[in-house]
């Protein structure tokens, strides 16, 4: 990880080394807490936020749903995202809002509990790797399940939800995969570890349900409006195992990853083994926002 200068905490800019918090900290021992990942591009016309109203809404969404009250309103938070990036000078970067709970409770019972809120900001690339938005990403089917509806909100983008996800990643990353896609309990596609799935076939896009155990990504609904108003016919659907071995096409969506191809599944050639056509259509008109700062859609913030 690159370190930057300074990371927002609490309502205020502190040194990087010297963002802590107490080994007690309820969050530590129970994972609760809330995120979100966001870019900032430095597009033509300057560097702007994508989806930045959107990530801080799901950001009080996801804490609402595991109780937590985040001390800060929505314009506090995405001012201070903005005050971090400048305070560290990016013309691009990553950001990480992160709200936690501290020190005051121990044990399951989280109430007594402090709430604590920081966003951390730092230069990073491709996230699957280099080259990957051309050549695609071998993956596997992972032996890890995503959890059954009504066991742990998949909604909410919280710490302890990524636990299933780190065991997905390890797993493809020790077989020699670039990442892992989970089944959910029905045994239906799900995702990936930190994406989330479309399934091209016969021209028509495919991508599983709200409700299959997935994170309703940001990137995912933009990555829908785009392609109908390209003009394709978009499926949210469940999805067999055996559909991904049959595949056109597939690709995977989320901030960092934005739209990545996929070339092989198990060892199963996917279509030409590199990106297909429309996933290269998608792209173009997604990074075409993103590099020239042409925004038909409102989706980016200037700073």
Known sequence: MNKSAKIWMNGELVDWND?????MSHAVHYGSTTFE???CYETLKGSALLFLDEH?????????????????????????????IHANAHKSCYVRPIVFRGLGAFGVNPHRASIETAIATWEWGTYLGEDVLET??????????????????????AGGNYLN???????????????GLALDINGLVAEGSG?????IRDGVIYTPMPAQSILPGITRNA??????????????????????????EIFLTGTAAEITP???????PVGSEKRGPITEALQHNYLKIVQTGEDPYNWLTFI
């Not at 996929?262 to 199963?268: E, M, N, T």
């Open 262 to 268: 996929v070339r092989s599944v198990d060892k199963y």
């Open 136 to 157: 695609g990403v071998d993956v596997r089917v992972s032996s890890w399940y995503r959890p059954a509806p009504n066991t742990m909100p998949s909604w909410a983008k």
């Open 223 to 248: 990555v829908i409006h785009i392609a109908q108003e390209l003009g394709y016919q978009v499926q949210e659907t469940m999805i067999p195992r055996e559909a991904l071995y049959v595949a056109d």
């Open 56 to 84: 801080i809404r799901r950001l009080r969404d996801s804490s609402k749903i595991y109780r937590i009250e985040i001390p800060f309103s929505e314009k506090e938070l995405k001012d201070a995202v903005i005050s971090t």
């Open 195 to 199: 994406e989330n799935i479309f399934v």
């Open 19 to 23: 963002a802590k918090i107490h080994v």
């Open 37 to 39: 990942g966001i870019r």
């Open 165 to 179: 996800s780190q065991l997905i990643k390890m797993e493809a990353l020790s077989e020699g995969y670039a990442e």
